[in-house]
């Protein structure tokens, strides 16, 4: 499928999901090389990154734990600029390597808080693990450790990202179309 129809509007392919796999695939192959023996805890953000979150800990190697946690600042295409608490974080992450498993950075707001309050309960480590990241709208600095694809600014869906609530099951990237 090189164009679907999510609601309103139309989507164009822009990462195939042999792409998303190859990539995916590097990247788990590095961080089970940097985290080997530190039993990292993998941080998934809900609801956007569930998709990419099972595929990468398909290829992690090392033993690893992962828990889920749930942050949303996003409603139809637009950031509604405002981040609520961060639920569900059951997991005692002090002392431990923490790695936050995101399906997008955009401004980078929600990271930048997320980021902040993991901090408060001192992990040994906290690296971010992006799948996309859109570096022309990034408002903060942050230090993403592990990104699989830079994108522009174009509004996408697909992979588990989600246009007003649908499309989180197309098995690829799609960009909105003009
Ligand atoms: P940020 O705080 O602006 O970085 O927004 C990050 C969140 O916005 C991501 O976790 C996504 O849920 C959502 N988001 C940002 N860009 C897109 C997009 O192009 N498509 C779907 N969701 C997006
Ligand atoms: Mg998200």
Same mark, same amino acid.
């Not at 090189?2 to 042999?18: G, L, Q, R, Y």
């Not at 792409?19 to 788990?28: F, K, M, N, S």
């Given at each position: 499928m090189e164009i679907v129809t999510v609601k309103d509007k139309k989507f164009a392919i822009s990462i195939t999901a042999e792409q998303l796999r190859q990539r995916i695939a590097e990247i788990a192959a590095q961080i089970s090389k940097d985290m080997e023996g530190k039993k990292p805890l993998f941080l998934a953000v809900l609801n956007g990154s569930f998709m990419y979150a099972a595929d990468l800990m398909r290829g992690i190697t090392t033993p690893c734990e992962i828990s889920f946690v749930r942050f949303a600042s996003y409603?139809?295409?637009?950031?509604?600029?405002c981040v609520n608490e961060v639920l569900? #974080?059951?997991?005692?992450?002090?002392?431990r390597n923490v790695i936050v498993v995101e399906d997008i950075i955009d401004s980078g707001l929600t990271m930048q808080l997320l980021l902040s309050k993991l901090r408060e309960h001192q992990p040994a480590d906290l690296r971010v693990a992006s799948l996309l990241v859109k570096p022309g709208n990034l408002k903060v600095e942050l230090d993403i450790a592990y990104t699989c694809f830079e994108i522009p600014n174009d509004f996408i869906v697909g992979y588990g990202l989600d246009y007003d609530g649908e499309g989180?099951? #197309?098995p690829a990237i799609y960009t909105v179309m003009e």
């Amino acid at each position: 499928m090189e164009i679907v129809t999510v609601k309103d509007k139309k989507f164009a392919i822009s990462i195939t999901a042999e792409q998303l796999r190859q990539r995916i695939a590097e990247i788990a192959a590095q961080i089970s090389k940097d985290m080997e023996g530190k039993k990292p805890l993998f941080l998934a953000v809900l609801n956007g990154s569930f998709m990419y979150a099972a595929d990468l800990m398909r290829g992690i190697t090392t033993p690893c734990e992962i828990s889920f946690v749930r942050f949303a600042s996003y409603e139809g295409m637009h950031s509604t600029g405002c981040v609520n608490e961060v639920l569900g #974080l059951a997991e005692e992450i002090k002392g431990r390597n923490v790695i936050v498993v995101e399906d997008i950075i955009d401004s980078g707001l929600t990271m930048q808080l997320l980021l902040s309050k993991l901090r408060e309960h001192q992990p040994a480590d906290l690296r971010v693990a992006s799948l996309l990241v859109k570096p022309g709208n990034l408002k903060v600095e942050l230090d993403i450790a592990y990104t699989c694809f830079e994108i522009p600014n174009d509004f996408i869906v697909g992979y588990g990202l989600d246009y007003d609530g649908e499309g989180r099951n #197309l098995p690829a990237i799609y960009t909105v179309m003009e």
